[in-house]
């Protein structure tokens, strides 16, 4: 069985921050089963030619209710979800008013439609799942902003091409230590 740990910086309505260790081990992308060794939390990515990125919103099961967290896919596989996290029920007043780069919640797809469609109920989620609904349009950007409150989460993904060598010529070239001096040595490999 595949399992992701989760440990996102949860902010509370007062600004107190939790961070709880959350296991997940099933992961939908648009109420499309994906395998859970696709998440990841990294924000430097590298990226082969063709893949973009799509901005999301992630809904996660956690004690007492759910999670809501921004989020970016890159390609078809990695699913890059940020560490900052607002419990779903402190949005309950202002659900209205939240956006995902933009674009309203409510015109996408609501949390609680999510997770009615995964058997959940209200802001309750089957232990273990993270749910996630994207934007059609690409951007290596994830941003939940709350105007009745006032606050915002930011996840931001960095791209390098997969062939890009940072090191080009200055490469070091391979030595071994030999008790308290070094020396080349000739290669094998």
């Known amino acids: 069985?595949?399992?992701?740990?989760?440990?996102?910086?949860?902010?509370?309505?007062?600004?107190?921050?939790?961070?709880?260790?959350?296991?997940?081990?099933?992961?939908?992308?648009?109420?499309?089963?994906?395998?859970?060794?696709?998440?990841?939390?990294?924000?430097?990515?590298?990226i082969e030619d063709g893949e973009a990125c799509r901005p999301a919103y992630a809904v996660t099961a956690v004690g007492g209710g759910a999670l809501i967290s921004p989020a970016v896919l890159i390609g078809a596989a990695r699913i890059c979800v940020a560490r900052l996290a607002w419990r779903l029920v402190n949005l309950d007043e202002t659900i209205g008013s939240v956006t995902l780069n933009g674009h309203r919640l409510d015109s996408l797809r609501l949390p609680g439609d999510l997770i009615a469609a995964a058997g959940g109920e209200g802001d309750t989620l089957p232990r273990g799942y993270q749910l996630l609904c994207t934007l059609?349009?690409?951007?290596?950007?994830?941003?939940?902003?709350?105007?009745?409150?006032?606050?915002?989460?930011?996840?931001?993904?960095?791209?390098?091409?997969?062939?890009?060598?940072?090191?080009?010529?200055?490469?070091p070239k391979p030595r071994y230590s030999v008790g308290p001096m070094m020396k080349d040595v000739q290669h094998f490999i």
């Open 136 to 171: 059609p349009e690409g951007a290596s950007e994830a941003l939940l902003e709350d105007a009745g409150r006032g606050r915002s989460l930011k996840h931001r993904i960095t791209t390098v091409p997969v062939d890009e060598d940072r090191w080009g010529d200055r490469r």
């Open 1 to 46: 069985m595949s399992l992701f740990l989760f440990k996102p910086h949860v902010e509370g309505p007062e600004g107190a921050i939790t961070t709880p260790d959350i296991v997940i081990d099933r992961v939908f992308v648009d109420d499309a089963v994906k395998p859970v060794n696709f998440l990841c939390n990294g924000t430097h990515q590298q």
